[in-house]
């Protein structure tokens, strides 16, 4: 959620509101593609524990929220929209090309909340840590404009590498305290090829590396 957004978004009980809203319907994710598993937990993959879900009255709200919309996850998107409808949030829909929701920072702007996915590679550690800081991440403009937040992030320049996990705990339980980033979904994929085929190897964000392929002779 875009918590710097001058808008409803930048209240906590509306994004509580909100929280508590995806949190009740959460388990309902797999009848909107049925690959997708409910993350009611973290967006880590070591830590299984959920974290606490905001009791809140409904807000008032003064205007609707922008909610961004895109073709990649329209079906996710339009599901959003329907529960948070149903709990009297009222919603007006931005469309965005992917190349707009990733590149032009202005028209993230322009909304107050939008499902963002997130590829972590093999290397969990160091993939948590890009996505809060790269120049694409969502979150990235969120923590520099939260002091707070700000200061968390600061943390990891002075932090060994081999520690950054407890970082990566504490950063994301920020997160969700806040309502600004909400575990949703996960989602594995696996490409399975034949025994034959020899030293395939995965790169950064599921990329096979085709290189130094061999077949394995029959004997």
């Keep these: 959620m875009n918590a710097n957004r001058n808008s409803d978004i930048s209240r906590q009980e509306v994004r509580d509101y909100i929280h508590s809203v995806i949190a009740g319907h959460r388990h309902e994710v797999t009848g909107v593609y049925e690959k997708m598993v409910p993350n009611h937990a973290s967006c880590l993959s070591h830590k299984k524990e959920p974290y606490p879900i905001p009791k809140v009255e409904r807000p008032r709200f003064y205007a609707p929220l922008i909610l961004m919309q895109r073709k990649w996850n329209e079906p996710m998107t339009n599901w959003l929209k329907e529960i948070l409808e149903e709990a009297g949030v009222p919603i007006e829909v931005k469309w965005l090309t992917f190349e707009e929701s990733v590149y032009e920072k202005t028209k993230q702007e322009e909304v107050d909340l939008y499902i ?104």
């Design 116 to 219: 963002h996915g997130e590829i972590f590679e093999m290397n969990e550690t160091f993939s948590f840590y890009y996505f809060l800081k790269n120049g694409y991440s969502p979150l990235a403009s969120i923590l520099n404009n939260d002091l707070g937040l700000k200061r968390q992030v600061d943390r990891y320049v002075q932090t060994p590498f081999e520690k950054w996990d407890e970082l990566h705990e504490q950063m994301e339980k920020l997160l969700i305290e806040k309502s600004i980033m909400i575990p949703l979904y996960h989602q594995k994929k696996e490409i399975p090829f034949s025994n034959d085929i020899m030293n395939i190897q995965m790169k950064h964000f599921g990329y096979v590396d085709f290189s130094k392929l061999w077949v394995r002779p029959e004997i």
